[in-house]
């Protein structure tokens, strides 16, 4: 997407969403928080540019969807993102089908000026990273992502060398590298510390916290923006909570469901810029996004939501 359009103030969620035959699935509440703006945070380097801090992550659901039944829900959950005032969506070519699919879908609907494109470059060996992003660039549809980003980096001096000169060549507007494994979070936050990327995605979730100790406190410092993978656990914190329910005082940041629980945590910390959830389903979508409307929790809450957590059992 270009920077002008970034700048475009949070939109509402647009009566279009509720036309496209959504309204039936959503709650009051979300209906009603759905006339709130989306919380929207700098890039840090990114020259006063914002994204809206709930996305899209297409790892799991839109690898299977793209040649199933579940097809035209994937379509349907990237419009609502957009019509909801979102941006982002991140993919990666390991993701199975999802990249090309995500490709297919920004053509078919003609969104991709709204979209912000985070995909990744899996091999990363020196001398070949252009032509594995011109393939990215092929399945996606379009001759520029918003970032790009080293998948699953492991090696503390990492050369940051070839991704850069994507950017310099204009195949890519930022640069970033990603982990979700602990036993790379030094090599991770070597790299962060070294050669300031613009971006960082790494897991993080109520759950599963271990990010908070080193690398987002080393994020903020290096002025890397956080993407946070994996924000429900793969969907392991809806299956904790399951017929448990949400405590009243939930409501003292706005939070309408469990989903927006989850991912108001995350968007508590102070270092994370967006949360990418995955989903398959409009009506989880448009869930997400309420997590970026209203008040968010601050430390002493976000302490006792670990709490609530916990004792689910
Ligand atoms: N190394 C890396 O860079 C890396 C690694 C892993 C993942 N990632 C990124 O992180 C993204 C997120 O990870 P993920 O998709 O595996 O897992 P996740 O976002 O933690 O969880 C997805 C699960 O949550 C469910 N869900 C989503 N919204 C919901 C809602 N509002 N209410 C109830 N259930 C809901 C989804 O089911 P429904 O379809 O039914 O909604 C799905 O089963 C990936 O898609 C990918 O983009 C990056």
Redesign the pocket.
Known sequence: MDSQENNIEAMSLSRRTFTAGLAVAMTAPLVAQAQTPLIKRPIPQGSGETMPVVG???????NAAANSPQRAGAVSVVRALVDGGGTLI???PS?GAAEGFVGEILTETALRSRVFIST?LEEYRPGGEEAEAQACLQRLKTDKVDLL?L??TKKADQDMGGINALKAKGLCRYTGI????ERDYAATEAIVRRARPDFL?I?Y?LDNRKAEERLLPTARDSGTAVLV??????????RAALGKPLPDWAAEFDCA????FFLKFILGHPAVTAA??????P???I??LGAARGRLPDEKMRARMIQYVEQLG
């Open positions: 899209l992550g297409t790892a799991v659901v839109f991140d993919t990666a993701y990744k980003q998948h699953n990603s982990t979700t494994f995605e897991d979730a993978a994996l924000p429900f656990g793969r969907g392991r914190l809806f469901s469990w989903g927006q990418i959830p995955g989903t398959g389903k009506e989880h979508m869930d997400n």
